[in-house]
């Protein structure tokens, strides 16, 4: 399995991320994005992918929580990053609306700007989207046919917003969201609709564990490792073999990012 969505970075892994990367791989796990959601989060993402070769991946880009603090300096640092193999994406870059930490037309502008560096270096992109589906659709639609692959990461939208993003063809990143009994009921009916070749599975640990693991873990964080829990949760809910949606996770992951 490939998890689409890890935050190493993170300061919840920085006493133990060797042993996180080998819990992963125990448990079956072939392979990981490290996300980038600033400069400095970018650059460590692709240190730590350097780290592990063969193995993880990183995106280059910046969240919109952190839209706010951008310089024009900024994207020539994200441009640079991109230049580096391990390097497989622009991104975490999209809207938030639902916490607004920054100004939404700064979230806008910076969105649009790394819309427009992808597609200079026709990479794909690592988005993100939360209550704000229809302005982020209205700036991403122009830039589709200038982009060589787009995944909206960790999806949680309504029914109109998910036939949106498959009518414009791009992956869905599905995440443990789906095993929340609270907020995951709308996750749990839309994924049988995924296409088989735009289905992707992810953590984004170390937030959103699974809430339906047993016995329950020890430790509120997320890890890569509990991705074959949801792994088999969507096989359940799709109603097709987990070794199915392994396979069809693992060339949908490598065909949008260009990875082996």
């Given at each position: 399995?490939?998890?689409i969505?890890?935050?190493?970075?993170?300061?919840?892994?920085?006493?133990?991320?060797?042993?996180?990367?080998?819990?992963?791989?125990?448990?079956?796990?072939?392979?990981?994005?490290?996300?980038?959601?600033?400069?400095?989060?970018?650059?460590?993402?692709?240190?730590?992918?350097?780290?592990?070769?063969?193995?993880?991946?990183?995106?280059?880009?910046?969240?919109?929580?952190?839209?706010?603090?951008?310089?024009?300096?900024?994207?020539?640092?994200?441009?640079?990053?991109?230049?580096?193999?391990?390097?497989?994406?622009?991104?975490?870059?999209?809207?938030?609306?639902?916490?607004?930490?920054?100004?939404?037309?700064?979230?806008?502008?910076?969105?649009?700007?790394?819309?427009?560096?992808?597609?200079?270096?026709?990479?794909?992109?690592?988005?993100?989207c939360?209550?704000?589906?229809d302005?982020?659709?209205?700036?991403?639609?122009?830039?589709?046919?200038?982009?060589?692959?787009?995944?909206?990461?960790?999806?949680?939208?309504?029914?109109?917003?998910?036939?949106?993003?498959?009518?414009?063809?791009?992956?869905?990143?599905?995440?443990?969201?789906?095993?929340?009994?609270?907020?995951?009921?709308?996750?749990?009916?839309?994924?049988?609709?995924?296409?088989n070749?735009?289905?992707?599975?992810?953590?984004?640990?170390?937030?959103?564990?699974?809430?339906?693991?047993?016995?329950?873990?020890?430790?509120?964080?997320?890890?890569?490792?509990?991705?074959?829990?949801?792994?088999?949760?969507?096989?359940?809910?799709?109603?097709?073999?987990?070794?199915h949606?392994?396979?069809?996770?693992?060339?949908?992951?490598?065909?949008?990012?260009?990875?082996?």
């Amino acid at each position: 399995m490939i998890d689409i969505g890890v935050n190493l970075t993170s300061t919840r892994f920085e006493q133990d991320r060797d042993t996180v990367v080998a819990d992963a791989k125990q448990a079956g796990i072939t392979g990981m994005i490290l996300t980038g959601t600033s400069v400095e989060e970018s650059q460590a993402a692709a240190a730590l992918a350097r780290s592990y070769p063969g193995f993880a991946y990183a995106t280059a880009g910046v969240h919109p929580h952190d839209a706010k603090s951008v310089e024009a300096t900024d994207l020539s640092a994200i441009q640079q990053l991109a230049q580096r193999p391990e390097v497989v994406a622009i991104g975490e870059c999209g809207l938030d609306f639902n916490r607004d930490f920054s100004p939404r037309p700064q979230q806008e502008a910076v969105f649009e700007a790394q819309l427009a560096l992808a597609a200079e270096l026709s990479m794909p992109v690592f988005m993100h989207c939360r209550d704000a589906h229809d302005r982020w659709f209205a700036i991403l639609r122009p830039w589709l046919d200038k982009l060589p692959a787009a995944v909206l990461h960790c999806f949680t939208g309504d029914d109109r917003a998910l036939r949106d993003c498959l009518d414009a063809g791009l992956y869905i990143g599905v995440t443990g969201w789906l095993c929340d009994e609270r907020r995951g009921q709308q996750l749990q009916q839309q994924v049988s609709w995924l296409p088989n070749d735009r289905l992707m599975i992810e953590t984004d640990a170390p937030y959103l564990q699974p809430r339906d693991i047993r016995p329950r873990p020890k430790r509120s964080r997320n890890e890569p490792k509990y991705l074959p829990h949801i792994a088999q949760t969507v096989a359940r809910l799709r109603q097709q073999p987990v070794e199915h949606i392994i396979d069809c996770t693992i060339k949908n992951t490598q065909r949008c990012f260009s990875i082996q």
